[in-house]
Nanobody
């Protein structure tokens, strides 16, 4: 059974850092594209970072240079290191495993496809307050 569980959220001041973790089970992490999404109330869940099976990362412009996505296949965990946090980063953050192995959805920027068919965690709240 595929399971993903996020942790590491919290409240920080602008300029602070947090590291989100996503513990996974039920599959081998190295065979799938992985991603982080975030969602604020009233808006669609937004893909912000993804990692290909070859460990090549892709980032949206809003977080490029501040966030780093990585995985540890021995620990079966996905991470999102978030530095220089801003109030607009406040959201619930979700990790996702793409539906199919070696799909190339990350490489082609297909966040919509991943959103529609991927496996989700339950999310962790990140709040950046003045």
């Amino acid at each position: 059974q595929v399971q993903l569980v996020e942790s590491g959220g919290g409240s920080v001041r602008p300029g602070g850092s947090l590291t989100l973790s996503c513990a996974t089970s039920g599959f081998y992490l190295g065979n799938y594209d992985l991603a982080w999404f975030r969602q604020v109330p009233g808006k669609e869940r937004e893909g912000i970072a993804c990692l290909t099976v070859n460990d090549k990362p892709y980032y949206t412009n809003s977080i490029k240079g501040r966030f780093t996505i990585s995985r540890d296949t021995y620990k079966n965990e996905l991470y999102l290191q978030m530095d220089n946090l801003k109030p607009e980063d406040t959201a619930v953050y979700y990790c996702l495993r793409d539906y199919g192995m070696f799909s190339r959805n990350c490489e082609t920027g297909s966040y919509d496809q991943m959103r529609q068919s991927g496996y989700w965690g339950r999310g962790t709240q990140v709040t950046v307050f003045q």
